[in-house]
């Protein structure tokens, strides 16, 4: 009897409280709970990314206008060469050889020159006299100017030996470093079709550039001056500075991808970068700083009756933007004038004072409407059952 008298009671608790809970709609107490930020100056962006390759401003690559074989280098790897400066020779042999061909056939040439001039002065006084024919003296006078000419002929064919002769002693055309080799000495070098790459010499490692390949989707928004950042593998944890300084008109396309060059200085005091590296560019196409910003979400916060309690109340005005702040349990709207956004920040212009505490996003909790606040739920997604739909089948 004892026993049967305590499960009574227990299924008597039981009944109230369902009752209870059912009176109540099985319904948890409404929580609604507000994300707000304070007004405060920030920096406002937009970028795009690329990647490029770091090369020097200037590098000039030194090769040969003869042929022959490389008799002597004076420069490898990395070495520092000034303008003017030797640094390889070619076998001369066969050159010099061309160069005292071609001074004989001048020195053959004068002679013959200065035997048809005397003979020309001779007939021309003869003729004035009447003592040769005109067919003689025309004669005389050809045979002179053939000879000037080919002196003439053999004087620049020594000019050409000499300067071949020239080309065999091979300097650098600038100051700079020797950045690859690509001879070695007894090696025969032809310059019959196009002229031999010897060395690859860049004039100044500490002032490099990134060529970076632009999307053309992207490639709208870069100009030039604006501020690039990038970072390379080599040194992952270091940010280089530089600035667009030229976008190229022409473009490349590869698998249907068409990309534009664009130029980004990188300066290098410290010769971190080296040629060849990949860069991982950022380049911001609109920057403003210490401007009055606020989430661009709390653009589209809007209180409903959902959100109020019964000690609560809304103070609106048409505006085309504005924001909300909650104070003394007033939900009261501010018109505001938005400036630039980056999609996540938006800069306000006029309307709030740095400091001001608005309304961003909110958190219900408890009831039928549990769940996220307006920014983050999807009206395209279909809502939760009734609890007591769920029950009554």
């Known amino acids: 009897m004892k026993n049967k008298k305590i499960w009574l009671s227990i299924c008597a608790v039981a009944v109230v409280v369902l009752g209870i809970w059912l009176l109540s709609g099985g319904k948890k107490e409404k929580k609604v709970e507000f994300e707000t930020m304070k007004v405060e100056r920030q920096n406002i962006h937009t970028s795009i990314t690329a990647t490029g390759t770091i090369e020097p401003v200037t590098s000039v690559t030194v090769g040969t206008q003869v042929s022959g074989i490389v008799a002597k280098l004076y420069v490898d790897y990395n070495s520092i060469v000034k303008k003017g400066q030797v640094i390889a020779e070619l076998d001369k042999t066969n050159l010099i050889s061309e160069l005292n061909r071609t001074r004989a056939d001048l020195t053959s040439a004068q002679s013959t020159l200065d035997y048809q ?5 001779r007939y021309k006084t003869l003729f004035d006299k009447g003592l040769v024919s005109a067919d003689e003296f025309e004669n005389a006078r050809l045979s002179y100017e053939k000879a000037r000419q080919t002196v003439s002929s053999s004087r620049e064919s020594v000019r050409k030996a000499e300067t071949n002769l020239g080309y065999a002693t091979i300097t650098s055309p600038i100051d700079g470093v020797v950045l690859s080799k690509s001879v070695e000495e007894g090696q025969t070098v032809a310059a019959s079709f196009n002229t031999p790459e010897l060395f690859t010499i860049a004039q100044d490692l500490t002032d490099m550039r990134v060529i970076a390949d632009i999307d ?4 709208g928004g870069v100009k030039e001056g604006q501020r690039v950042t990038f970072t390379v593998d080599a040194f992952p944890d270091d940010h280089f500075e530089g600035k667009v300084t030229q976008v190229r008109q022409q473009a490349t396309t590869s698998s249907n991808v068409v990309t534009y060059e664009v130029v980004i200085s990188a300066p290098n005091n410290d010769l971190k970068l080296k040629p060849g590296l990949t860069a991982n ?4 196409t609109f ?17 409903n009756e959902a959100l109020l309690s019964k000690d609560q109340r809304i103070e609106d005005v048409e505006a085309p933007a504005k924001v909300w702040t909650l104070k003394d349990n007033v939900f009261k709207a501010h018109v505001v004038e938005p400036g630039i956004s980056n999609g996540m920040l938006t800069e306000i212009v006029s309307g709030l004072s740095e400091g001001t505490e608005i309304l961003v996003d909110f958190t219900l909790s408890g009831g039928e409407a549990e769940g996220a606040g307006q920014q983050t739920q ?3 997604m279909p809502r939760p059952r009734n609890n007591r739909n769920q029950q009554k089948k």
């Open 216 to 219: 053309e989707a992207d490639i």
């Open 287 to 303: 920057e403003k700083n210490n401007v009055l910003a606020i989430p661009t979400k709390a653009l589209r916060f809007t209180p």
């Open 378 to 380: 999807n009206p395209f």
């Open 117 to 121: 001039q005397a003979n020309f002065n």
């Open 281 to 284: 560019v950022t380049i911001y």
